[in-house]
């Protein structure tokens, strides 16, 4: 049986330990806490192993909260370990414990693919390069927002090839998740140079991409605005909604008046930390002019992610085909039901 060890308990890593969970063909050794606080109970009223660096055994101890072991550990006990770190953590982890440990690792995408900080040599898209990271030891996954631009920019370029001449995407982030304390600032912020544009060339380089991101005061996902330039006349809008009818991890709505709307159904739903885990093309605001074709979708920002990391694990270490490691992801995410029902409830 495969061991994993999550690296971080925040916002991905909750995620990715309740879903791991749910895999009886993998052992999950535990996960790591550097903070003392609430969270730590919520860990352990769901049955999982703690394991917390060494100076803070004792801090730990003392608030009753019982590790079960040092992060070197559980890294030593398992197979792989999926890094959830906040942003440039994996990079410091991977210096620390797994380069001297000799351990596979995922890092998520807030670390660095290039320069010094750099953790790995790919960055994961499952849409496009699931099986290049086969037997591999060090792999990013994606970002949320880069991963969602993956999702969409590969059937285009699939189906409609060297009719693309340039893609350009307006990024319209959410400033914080919903369980984040910090507080949501009244302001629209730019970012001067966005990793993401580089991070989505990396594993598609042949798109001719440009992005702008813009940070605004929500909380309730990401909306991209990708606007698609063709040579000549674009396609009609029903051959652009068909490239994506049969895609893992999109959903074709209709209805939705706005990101929190979707995120609210999937709440009411009872989806797993109120995640859809996908993207959700905003077809009656998909837009077809002369040479142009425009598609707003929203990108659920914390569970775009966990699916993928789900497929990188298999990629990584078992090595499985993509078909049998997707039909794994629809059956322990729901895909499929999730995408069906929500496709329903906003027709
Ligand atoms: N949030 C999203 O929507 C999202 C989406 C896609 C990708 N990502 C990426 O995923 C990563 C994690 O983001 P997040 O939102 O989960 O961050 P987060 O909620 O701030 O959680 C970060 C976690 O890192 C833990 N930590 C502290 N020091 C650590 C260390 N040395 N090694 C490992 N973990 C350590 C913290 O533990 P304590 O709480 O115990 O101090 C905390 O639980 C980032 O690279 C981010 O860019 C995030």
């Known amino acids: 049986m495969t061991r994993v060890f999550i690296n971080g308990y925040g916002n991905i890593g909750r995620r990715l330990a309740s879903a791991i969970l749910g895999d009886k063909e993998i ?9 003392a606080d609430k969270k730590t109970q919520e860990a352990l ?14 801090e730990f101890t003392e608030k ?22 906040k942003e440039g953590g994996g990079f410091l982890n991977k210096r620390k414990i797994y380069n001297p440990m000799n351990k596979p690792a995922i890092f998520q995408g807030g670390e660095h693919r290039h320069g010094k900080y750099s953790v790995a040599d790919m960055i994961h898209n499952s849409r496009v390069n699931y099986e290049k990271a086969s037997g591999r030891t060090y792999v990013i996954q994606g970002s949320c ?17 060297e009719e ?14 919903l369980e984040d304390s910090k507080q949501v600032k009244d302001s629209i912020e730019w970012d001067v140079n966005p990793h993401h ?25 990401h909306l991209h605005q990708m606007s698609i330039r063709f040579k000549t006349k674009a396609p009609n809008k029903d051959s652009i909604i068909e490239t994506f009818r049969k895609e893992f991890g999109i959903a074709i709505l209709n209805s939705a008046s706005g990101t929190a709307q979707v995120r609210k159904k999937a709440m009411e739903m009872g989806f797993s ?34 699916p993928e990391n789900y497929l990188l694990l298999q990629s990584m270490l078992k090595k499985l085909s993509k078909q049998d ?23």
């Open 27 to 35: 052992q999950l050794l535990g996960i790591a806490k550097y903070t």
């Open 45 to 58: 009223q769901n049955g999982l192993d703690i394991y917390v660096p060494k100076e803070k055994m004792e």
């Open 64 to 85: 009753s909260y019982r590790p079960i072991g040092i992060i070197e550990q559980a890294v030593e006990g398992c197979d792989i370990v999926i890094d959830a770190a």
């Open 145 to 161: 927002n880069v991963s969602g631009m993956g999702r969409i920019i590969q059937p285009m370029i699939e189906t409609f090839g």
């Open 164 to 177: 693309i001449t340039r893609f350009d995407v307006a990024l319209i982030r959410r400033w914080a998740d």
């Open 197 to 221: 544009q580089d991070d989505v060339k990396d594993f598609i380089p042949t798109a001719n991409l440009y992005v702008d991101a813009y940070k605004v005061p929500s909380r309730m996902m």
């Open 273 to 306: 930390h109120g995640d859809t885990n996908m993207v959700h093309i905003h077809q009656e605001v998909v837009r077809v002019e002369e040479d142009t074709v425009k598609i707003p979708y929203s990108d659920d920002q914390t569970g775009m992610v966990i």
């Open 325 to 347: 490691a997707l039909a794994k992801a629809d059956r322990l995410f729901q895909m499929s039901h999730k995408k069906k029902t929500l496709e329903e409830e906003f027709n």
